[in-house]
């Protein structure tokens, strides 16, 4: 692995451009603006999430030499302060980014540039408190795109933003169950380390099944339309398959759930994006 591709298995650009998604999908459901501005809108996300990758790395390197020993920093092909320095330039240039688009953006990037800071070095290791941290960056995507589009309705973007946050929730909690061998190791308080396997299979089935639920409701509101429909029908049949298979759950095989959530939530995102920019 040369130093290039250390930075990109640091950084992971390709979940960065889900937030882009997420942004984007959000201008989509604003009153929108000049291309330049949306350009700045869809960019600060990625970065932020990027620089959070990236000090997530920088203290996860015990954790990550157990788990993932195939990441950057346990392989030594980047350091620990590269990788904070990372964190730092990225953060600094969404932030600053972020103002151009006004007060609100500024504020929203700046807060989930600090909240990825105290995930990684504290709250990540209080268990279901970092994955709501992580689940409400997900979703605040879609939200930071509808302000920077200067508003519009509330109602949809809300009702978006809650579906990506439940889907996401699912899929942190089912790669808790994945790390979970390190992470006992480490002394963490994750979801199974500290509830149990049982009440943690229970947990994600009902993050599953809200999801589901929530995915109908612009349907059902007339808030979306057809493109949304057949995407959300594709992505809620992963869904349930995952849900009667959740009782299977084990760190041996959490990886093939959380890459079907991942699968399933890609494919929501897309109706999403297909939708508004059809329809709307």
Request: aromatic share 12%; charged share 15%.
């Given at each position: 692995?040369?130093?290039?591709?250390?930075?990109?298995?640091?950084?992971?650009?390709?979940?960065?451009?889900?937030?882009?998604?997420?942004?984007?999908?959000?201008?989509?459901?604003?009153?929108?603006?000049?291309?330049?501005?949306?350009?700045?809108?869809?960019?600060?996300?990625?970065?932020?999430?990027?620089?959070?990758?990236?000090?997530?790395?920088?203290?996860?390197?015990?954790?990550?030499?157990?788990?993932?020993?195939?990441?950057?920093?346990?392989?030594?092909?980047?350091?620990?302060?590269?990788?904070?320095?990372?964190?730092?330039?990225?953060?600094?240039?969404?932030?600053?980014?972020?103002?151009?688009?006004?007060?609100?953006?500024?504020?929203?990037?700046?807060?989930?540039?600090?909240?990825?800071?105290?995930?990684?070095?504290?709250?990540?290791?209080?268990?279901?408190?970092?994955?709501?941290?992580?689940?409400?960056?997900?979703?605040?995507?879609?939200?930071?795109?509808?302000?920077?589009?200067?508003?519009?309705?509330?109602?949809?973007?809300?009702?978006?933003?809650?579906?990506?946050?439940?889907?996401?929730?699912?899929?942190?909690?089912?790669?808790?169950?994945?790390?979970?061998?390190?992470?006992?190791?480490?002394?963490?308080?994750?979801?199974?380390?500290?509830?149990?396997?049982?009440?943690?299979?229970?947990?994600?089935?009902?993050?599953?099944a809200l999801t589901c639920l929530l995915a109908f409701v612009p349907l059902f509101l007339r808030l979306m339309g057809s493109l949304y429909l057949?995407?959300?029908?594709?992505?809620?049949?992963?869904?349930?398959?995952?849900?009667?298979?959740?009782?299977?759950?084990?760190?041996?095989?959490?990886?093939?759930?959380?890459?079907?959530?991942?699968?399933?939530?890609?494919?929501?995102?897309?109706?999403?994006?297909?939708?508004?920019?059809?329809?709307?």
């Amino acid at each position: 692995m040369n130093k290039v591709t250390g930075y990109l298995r640091l950084l992971r650009p390709k979940n960065a451009l889900m937030s882009a998604i997420g942004a984007t999908i959000g201008w989509l459901t604003g009153d929108h603006g000049d291309l330049v501005r949306y350009l700045i809108t869809a960019i600060v996300p990625p970065l932020v999430l990027m620089g959070g990758n990236a000090i997530n790395d920088f203290f996860d390197f015990e954790i990550d030499a157990i788990n993932k020993p195939f990441r950057p920093i346990p392989q030594g092909i980047i350091t620990r302060r590269e990788a904070f320095l990372s964190y730092l330039l990225l953060s600094f240039i969404g932030v600053m980014l972020a103002f151009s688009l006004g007060w609100i953006p500024f504020i929203i990037a700046l807060l989930f540039v600090l909240a990825w800071y105290f995930y990684a070095r504290n709250l990540k290791a209080k268990g279901l408190v970092g994955n709501i941290v992580v689940s409400t960056g997900v979703g605040f995507t879609i939200i930071f795109g509808y302000i920077s589009a200067h508003g519009g309705s509330i109602l949809l973007p809300i009702t978006l933003a809650l579906i990506a946050f439940s889907a996401n929730l699912a899929r942190e909690i089912v790669k808790t169950v994945e790390d979970l061998p390190g992470d006992k190791k480490a002394g963490l308080s994750t979801v199974p380390i500290k509830f149990g396997m049982k009440k943690t299979k229970t947990l994600i089935k009902g993050l599953i099944a809200l999801t589901c639920l929530l995915a109908f409701v612009p349907l059902f509101l007339r808030l979306m339309g057809s493109l949304y429909l057949i995407f959300s029908l594709a992505s809620v049949s992963i869904l349930l398959y995952i849900f009667f298979q959740t009782d299977n759950l084990s760190s041996e095989n959490a990886g093939i759930f959380s890459k079907f959530l991942k699968l399933a939530m890609a494919l929501g995102l897309f109706g999403m994006l297909l939708d508004l920019m059809i329809f709307r």
